[in-house]
Nanobody, 125 residues
Framework: VQLQASGGGLVQAGGSLRLSCAASSYTLDYYAIGWLRQAPGNEREWVSCISSSDRVTYYANSVKGRFTLSRNNAKKTLYLQMNDLKPEDTAVYYC???????????????????WGQGTQVTVSS
């Protein structure tokens, strides 16, 4: 399983970026794909994921309403559209593949088995 992340950059607060995660059709069809991020000095944080079975998307509360996950099957790519970016969104963003992405009580379960390389997102105030 190979994942290729891209699209990071520097943006002012309130701006937008779109991250891309390119993968094979097999990966997109049989794995849940998602994004996690890690800011300096912080633990890695789950951001969003999409289930391979029912294509349901899940978002962390910190990004809900601002970030949107979508996929383009023809381009074999998953996108994370990030709007209204805030300085606290600054982090290295990683796309990852997991066996599943689902809600269990109040938690979303997404345990990556494969990782793409990170892409830096910097939001200036």
């Amino acid at each position: 399983v190979q994942l290729q992340a891209s699209g990071g950059g520097l943006v002012q607060a309130g701006g937008s970026l779109r991250l891309s995660c390119a993968a094979s059709s097999y990966t997109l069809d049989y794995y849940a794909i998602g994004w996690l991020r890690q800011a300096p000095g912080n633990e890695r944080e789950w951001v969003s994921c999409i289930s391979s079975s029912d294509r349901v998307t899940y978002y962390a509360n910190s990004v809900k309403g601002r970030f949107t996950l979508s996929r383009n099957n023809a381009k074999k790519t998953l996108y994370l559209q990030m709007n209204d970016l805030k300085p606290e969104d600054t982090a290295v963003y990683y796309c990852a593949a997991a066996p599943a992405c689902f809600r269990s009580n109040s938690d979303v379960i997404f345990v990556p088995a494969y990782w793409g390389q990170g892409t830096q997102v910097t939001v200036s105030s």
